[in-house]
């Protein structure tokens, strides 16, 4: 099992989701006008890492909050995906579709203005696995500081939105 | 006082921000490649509306989370601006520069899936306004549905992310 889960090490879990759900303006390989973040396991946290967009300002020199929600919220429906998957004994590769989860609930906490320019990493810290629904601390960190604190709630996507299979 | 405020009722808070001050993503009516969203009295309460661009999508047929978020947060430190400028007395027009604010903490409830197509209203409920700091809870509504509720904490932009002046 270590050796199998040794396998997704460096796999994205975005790069894994079935065409479908894979349109996603946050997270999806298939929006080209998005901003395809890309989420894997860091032992038993989980890793984005993103590079801002000149115009992901806020007040100059610092990025907008709506962009710091977006990378956490698909950063923590990504990463409930991957404590789901792994829970059921799989890693990504095997020939068993990785289920797709959605926000219930999403809290950003602004400790620090977050400097636009270096790459901004986010880290998250699995709280809780039920068995539909995943709990995510995360933290956003620019230069070693952390600036913004997030907690999210997501659960599968419900039938009504994957049209019944998921 | 009524007439005075009376004028803003169809003036916009974000056309009258500070240009250094108009460059978010969300809100900036000088960031070409952002959202551009504007905020309004209506009665004691605030409204931005938005249609959402057919790349905002979360699983097909959805608005993905990260939208919600970037509207609620953008509205509430616009509408956090109003309140401020208000309680001094002013209303949108009048030669004293209007605050800029930014976020603290932004909380986001999905209660259901937000359909991507019809236009966006985002309603904005003043509960606390403080010296610096206002509390707003907003809801955002597609088709008469209360999709998304948010809480936000604003507070006015600190001078180590305007240079000193506000």
């Not at 999210?152 to 009504?160: F, L």
Request: net charge negative; hydrophobic share 35%.
């Amino acid at each position: 099992m270590a050796q199998h889960q040794e396998m997704d090490k460096h796999a994205y879990v975005q790069d894994y989701y079935p065409d479908d759900f894979s349109l996603c303006y946050g997270c999806g390989r298939l929006n080209d006008k998005g901003l395809q973040i890309k989420t894997r396991w860091n032992g038993d946290e989980t890793l984005t890492e993103y590079m801002p967009r000149p115009e992901h300002t806020a007040i100059p020199g610092f990025v907008y909050g709506g962009l710091a929600a977006s990378l956490i919220d698909c950063h923590s429906t990504g990463t409930a995906s991957l404590a789901l998957y792994r829970r059921d004994g799989h890693a990504l590769g095997d020939d068993v579709p990785v289920p797709r989860c959605v926000t219930a609930s999403l809290k950003t906490e602004f400790l620090k203005p977050t400097p636009l320019g270096p790459m901004m990493t986010i880290r998250g810290h699995i709280t809780e696995v039920g068995k539909r629904k995943v709990i995510v601390q995360t933290e956003l960190i620019v230069d070693g500081v952390v600036c913004v604190r997030g907690e999210v709630i997501a659960v599968m996507a419900p039938a009504s939105m994957t049209g019944g299979h998921q």
